[in-house]
DNA sequence: AATGCCTCCCGTCAGGTCCA
DNA sequence: TGGACCTGACGGGAGGCATT
């Protein structure tokens, strides 16, 4: 399992914590945006804590994922690996019995 | 050094699934 | 049925490498 731990923090986040996460609600933020047209009236800065903390755990959520996502495909990869070479195993065993009964 | 291409990683969004 | 969670898709930044 030759998965690389190096989850630290890099540019990105800060980068597009500046571009995005502070992103104003009238550029219709999905979910939390809209919800406040059917439902009671809520303080503004309710509406950004829910949508940061949401953006939060997604961000959270999507790390988790392709981590679960690289592990697997990892084991894919030697699960390949390990049956092409029992495959070749097989085919010279296999060339060895048809050339030792060929030979009567 | 500048440029283009590729690969990796990230954050976000949208849509699906699950569960109280 | 609404909220929480999961994941594919998308766009963008960064680093490495070859070419000019």
């Known amino acids: 399992m030759a998965v690389t731990g190096d989850d630290t923090e ?45 953006l939060m755990k997604n961000r959270e959520a999507a790390k988790a994922c392709r981590q679960r996502k690289k592990s697997y495909m990892s084991c894919l990869e030697a699960s390949v690996a390990r049956l092409e070479e029992e495959n070749k195993k097989l085919r010279a065993r296999l060339q060895c019995f048809q050339n030792t009964y060929s030979l009567q």
């Open 10 to 54: 890099t540019a990105a986040t800060g980068d597009m914590s500046a571009y995005q996460l502070h992103t104003p609600a009238s550029s219709l933020p999905q979910g939390v945006g809209m919800a406040h047209l059917h439902g009671p009236q809520k303080p503004p800065e309710v509406i950004t804590q829910k949508r940061e903390l949401r």
